[in-house]
T-cell receptor
Framework: QKEVEQDPGPLSVPEGAIVSLNCTYSNSAFQYFMWYRQYSRKGPELLMYTYSSGNKEDGRFTAQVDKSSKYISLFIRDSQPSDSATYLC?????????FGTGTRLQVFP | EPEVTQTPSHQVTQMGQEVILRCVPISNHLYFYWYRQILGQKVEFLVSFYNNEISEKSEIFDDQFSVERPDGSNFTLKIRSTKLEDSAMYFCATATSGTTKNIQYFGAGTRLSVL
């Protein structure tokens, strides 16, 4: 079983849609959960992070962590064409980040 | 907004040559990392560095790789004798301290092409 699993997509949605991106993991030692956005051939850009379980909201973005199910989600409300990118989940127990494969999102006008 | 700066953006080298990739961390950050991403694959941890020594390294980070902070500002990754399979994007990441060392900020990356 992979340590972090993420559906690679691609996910194609119309502008204004609600997008749900998800990751599952197997290592119960993970305590920090991050979402990064990556444009083609660029570095990962930190969007949000959560410590342990719970929800966190930042503008149009909401991150959820369910440690009992080992499942994390990122919701994007009112999606925009500028949200088109690859979204990477990452998590850690120490400080080494373990990444998912990334989900490619395309928001069309 | 402070950012992690990496140079060069693209490095082309011949197999067997040495390369040095450079990173300038965010100024108050104390934890430094290198990751790599082979085209089409996930981002993978290489090494973490704190207080002038390696904290942890992955099995990818073999004797061909080394890191150092030569002048208190730059953080470098050296690959002694490059192989074709070293071709990848290399990302430097940095973090502040304590519990926030998990919150890592990435540079734009160096694309290494080994011919």
């Amino acid at each position: 079983q992979k340590e972090v699993e993420q559906d690679p997509g691609p996910l194609s949605v119309p502008e204004g849609a609600i997008v749900s991106l998800n990751c599952t993991y197997s290592n119960s030692a993970f305590q920090y959960f991050m979402w990064y956005r990556q444009y083609s051939r660029k570095g990962p850009e930190l969007l949000m992070y959560t410590y342990s379980s719970g929800n966190k909201e930042d503008g149009r973005f909401t991150a959820q962590v369910d440690k009992s199910s080992k499942y994390i989600s990122l919701f994007i409300r009112d999606s925009q064409p500028s949200d088109s990118a690859t979204y990477l989940c990452a998590m850690s127990g120490t400080d080494k980040l373990i990444f998912g494969t990334g989900t490619r999102l395309q928001v069309f006008p | 907004e402070p950012e992690v700066t990496q140079t060069p953006s693209h490095q082309v080298t011949q197999m067997g040559q040495e390369v040095i990739l450079r990173c300038v961390p965010i100024s108050n950050h104390l934890y430094f990392y290198w990751y790599r991403q082979i085209l089409g694959q996930k981002v993978e941890f290489l090494v973490s560095f704190y207080n002038n020594e390696i904290s942890e390294k992955s099995e990818i980070f073999d004797d061909q790789f080394s890191v150092e902070r030569p002048d208190g500002s730059n953080f470098t990754l050296k690959i002694r004798s490059t192989k074709l399979e070293d071709s990848a994007m290399y990302f430097c990441a940095t973090a502040t301290s304590g519990t926030t060392k998990n919150i890592q900020y990435f540079g734009a990356g160096t694309r290494l092409s080994v011919l």
